[in-house]
């Protein structure tokens, strides 16, 4: 039931989360127990310790994270500190660049793709071509003594505290251990208990692949001191430092070198302190052992329980805003990687709000401030040479990190990626001005600690100049779903910037006299076998036009709402109408080029669907606006096929939502929530981990249960028949809206919409409905069937329920 209290109400205090609300018909009943979760759904857990990395479970502050591995003869925690990249402070501009420019464009226009495509890989691309990988800090390793047998285990992770509980009998002993990142406190907090008096005996060491070293620090303290490594040719500079401190009840605690020894103990709560001398892409001199020691001390002049209140209460703040329910079934008294492996997402319901749950438990730890934005693997990496560098791929992935953040209200976690922007800006402008000879700032298809800008990889992959220009679009979306002014001037010359770069760029094309990127291509898709090799390069490809349509409706849109640029905002409304329109090509399908390729390029079953983002994230493409251009992006998605790694998998949900078809989205969840995609510990596998993949399947999962764009709010609108009652509460739309909704046997039985910012609302439903606040009918228009438009005022609740 919504409530007017459904923020506050006890599902948190108690544990018992919102799915264990309305009860599925056909095959799906409540579990009578449920002793699997012990009451709480919204918990993952699991009946042995993890054997790998990917069933570890995953804790983090934003700057601190650890995987937690819940063994019983040891136990590792997996450390990673957010600012640990390898190589330093690095401009990767190519001073060749600007000379071969007009030379790789002639031979575009020229349609001598691979000599502009050589040319390119000779002369344009950032020195070094590779840029730096994100790297792991280290491990802190327990070892606790006592015979190999042990029994009634059980390791957990509850969302709705963010804490991991590990408990075991093991010698007649009950032993608990709980992990948490502390956001407020700034330190990963262990505390190990048992029920019997000075039962806690313990060993605990650091170590690290990187080059380092571990020490005594105190008598009840350890450090680790190390330096990340070198890569292509630049040498390491982020030296790091990693404290860890016991304090005991009962025992004796002593350090002997770099090992913790604690003996005898009642309770015992480790406190992990992590430090970097990253101060910025620019300045790798800070120090360390203040950072460390600074939050270490902090922490230890506080109780367990005093910073666990702490913690529970900062998280909760962000988590506890939206509650969702597709349903129960017996299912969810079992463990959470055998309900993955069952693969029967349409007999358990409850798996798909977990898994939406745990998207938003991914970004609150790992996109905080203070902290930087989230990776390809968000913070958690084991290794010196993780999967594409574990960096900031931006012709996708960054940008998909972020999907959620808006609709699943959790918005505040979008502040570090607005940092990452900044800082583009400034070594964008540097590439701007080097490599295209223009003003403003430009950022290509990857980016990492040393903010690079310049082309990298492959020119086959790298030459792509829109990158920063996508990423200026979520600082519009934040506006969109928040209408703060105040964000808006402060992020508005960013966009600016973005803008500048194309006025001074975009070329005529001589065939058809619209406005094109060149060079540049459609992300990762090859258009030609031109000497044997696929070839990239081109002029004005479909996602650039998409994207640099809504970068110049923003800035006209915001530059009017602030007051600014009247000038520019004339010069950008005509350019914008001089873009390449959207193509509808020869099989049916939107173009993903000016040209109407033929052959393997119209065929091509390549994860990157880049042409299709004028569905999404974008609403250029709509079924109710666009028909003709919605039927051809069907079209495409039906040629891309059903294959895809776990980020396009994620991407093709949201493409279906957006096109109404409810069966289509629900079977790309069912797909990507399938072992091959989803680790034992829920972890996106592309393969392999790479998280976007998590947070594009919540953004689907919302995107099916609600939509705000094209100015309108529309309920349920992709809703599959595998939930037919369920509820949600908490999500947010564009123009400042929050919104809960009930439904049964498929159709809406009451919402409630919270207006904070007192805009006009265009409400679509699948059936009629009316509006009452505070239980007077709301004067409503119905401009047509399923739409009603109403006046809303600022901080007031909206009931709608159906018509009778």
């Not at 190519?94 to 793709?113: F, H, Q, T």
């Not at 350890?222 to 430092?241: W, Y």
């Not at 078809?661 to 399938?674: E, G, I, T, V, W």
């Not at 764009?709 to 509460?729: E, F, I, N």
Request: proline share 6%; glycine share 10%; aromatic share 8%.
């Amino acid at each position: 039931m919504i409530n007017d209290g459904y923020t506050r109400r006890g599902v948190l205090a108690t544990g018992l989360g919102a799915a264990a609300g309305s009860l599925l018909a056909t095959g799906v009943t409540a579990a009578p127990a449920r002793a699997g979760t012990q009451g709480n759904p919204l918990t993952l857990w699991y009946t042995r310790p993890a054997a790998a990395w990917l069933e570890a479970l995953p804790v983090g502050c934003g700057r601190l994270g650890a995987m937690v591995f819940g063994g019983v003869a040891t136990e590792r925690l997996q450390l990673n500190e957010d600012s640990v990249w390898a190589g330093g402070p690095h401009d990767y501009d190519n001073p060749e660049a600007l000379a071969a420019l007009p030379e790789i464009r002639r031979l575009v226009w020229e349609d001598k793709w691979q000599a502009a495509q050589n040319l390119a890989d000779r002369k344009f691309l950032g020195k070094p071509s590779e840029q730096a990988p994100y790297q792991v800090l280290g491990d802190l390793t327990l070892t606790l003594p006592g015979s190999a047998e042990f029994t009634e285990y059980r390791r957990e992770l509850d969302l709705t505290r963010a804490v991991t509980t590990v408990t075991y009998v093991r010698d007649g002993v009950r032993h608990t251990r709980e992990v948490f990142a502390s956001n407020p406190d700034q330190v990963i907090v262990m505390r190990l208990a048992a029920d019997k008096p000075g039962a806690v005996t313990f060993q605990a060491a650091f170590s690290s692949p990187q080059t380092s070293s571990g020490s005594g620090a105190g008598p009840d303290t350890i450090a680790l001191d190390g330096i990340s490594g070198d890569t292509q040719g630049l040498k390491g500079e982020v030296r790091f430092r990693a404290l860890a401190k016991a304090r005991a009840k009962g025992g004796a605690v002593r350090t002997d070198g770099g090992t913790l020894v604690v003996e005898g103990a009642d309770e015992v709560t480790l406190l992990i302190s992590m430090g970097s001398s990253y101060r910025s892409y620019q300045d790798v001199g800070g120090d360390p052992a203040e950072v460390a020691g600074r939050h270490l001390l902090r922490a230890s002049g506080q109780p367990y329980e005093v910073l666990l209140r702490k913690h529970v209460r900062d998280y909760q703040r962000l988590f506890g805003r939206v509650e969702i329910d597709l349903g129960t079934s017996e299912a969810v008294a079992l463990p959470t990687d055998e309900r993955i492996a069952r693969k029967q997402l349409d007999t358990d319901p409850q798996l798909a709000a977990l898994y939406f749950q745990f998207g938003r438990y991914l970004l609150i730890s790992c996109s905080r401030s203070p902290g930087y934005a989230a990776n390809l693997q968000g913070i958690w990496n084991d290794s010196l040479t993780p999967a594409w560098e574990s960096k900031y791929t931006i012709n996708i992935n960054c940008e998909m990190n972020y999907w959620p953040a808006g609709p699943a209200n959790i918005i505040e976690c979008m502040d570090p990626l607005f940092d990452l922007i900044k800082d583009l800006s400034e070594t964008g402008a540097r590439t701007a001005r080097a490599q295209y000879g223009a003003g403003g700032w430009v950022a290509h298809h990857n980016t990492d600690g040393w903010r690079g800008t310049a082309p990298v990889d492959f020119a086959f992959y790298g030459v792509w100049p829109t990158g920063g220009a996508w990423l200026c679009l979520t600082l519009w979306e934040h506006y969109l779903y928040t209408g703060d002014e105040r964000r808006l001037r402060e992020h508005f010359p960013l966009i600016k910037g973005s803008v500048q770069f194309f006025l001074d760029t975009l070329q005529t094309d001589p065939r058809t006299g619209c406005l094109v990127t060149n060079p540049s291509h459609s992300p990762e898709v090859g258009h030609h076998e031109d000497g044997g090799e696929n070839v990239s390069i081109c002029a004005g490809p479909t996602m650039d036009m998409q994207i640099l349509r809504d970068l110049f409706g923003a800035f006209a849109e915001a530059s009017e709402i602030l007051g600014q640029e009247d000038e520019m905002r004339a010069k950008v409304r005509e350019a914008r109408a001089r873009l390449v329109p959207n193509q509808i090509g020869h099989l049916g399908q939107i173009q993903e080029w000016q040209e109407d390729y033929r052959g393997d390029a119209a065929l091509s079953r390549s994860r990157h669907i880049s042409h299709l983002w004028g569905l999404f994230p974008s609403h250029q493409i709509d079924p109710r606006l666009s028909p003709e251009l919605a039927a051809a992006a069907r079209r495409t998605l039906e040629l891309r096929g059903e294959a895809g790694a776990g980020w396009s998998l994620a991407w093709k949900i949201n493409f279906w939502a957006r096109l109404l078809d409810a069966p289509q989205a629900y079977k790309r969840l069912s797909n990507l929530l399938l072992p091959a995609r989803t680790a034992p510990n829920m972890f996106d596998l592309h393969p392999p981990f790479q998280i976007d993949g998590n947070f594009g399947g919540t953004s689907g999962i919302t995107e099916m249960l609600l939509q705000s764009h094209a100015d309108q709010v529309h309920l349920l609108p992709a809703l599959p028949a595998a939930w037919p009652a369920g509820s949600y509460h908490g999500l947010r739309a564009r123009g400042g809206f929050e919104v809960s909704v009930e439904w049964a046997a498929g159709s809406l039985v009451r919402g409630r919409i919270r207006s904070d910012l007192g805009r006009k609302l265009t409400l679509r439903t699948a059936k009629p409905v009316t509006v009452t606040d505070r239980g007077r009918p709301v004067k409503v228009e119905r401009p047509e069937a399923g739409v009603l438009v109403f006046d809303t005022r600022r901080g007031a609740t909206y009931d709608v329920t159906p018509s009778p």
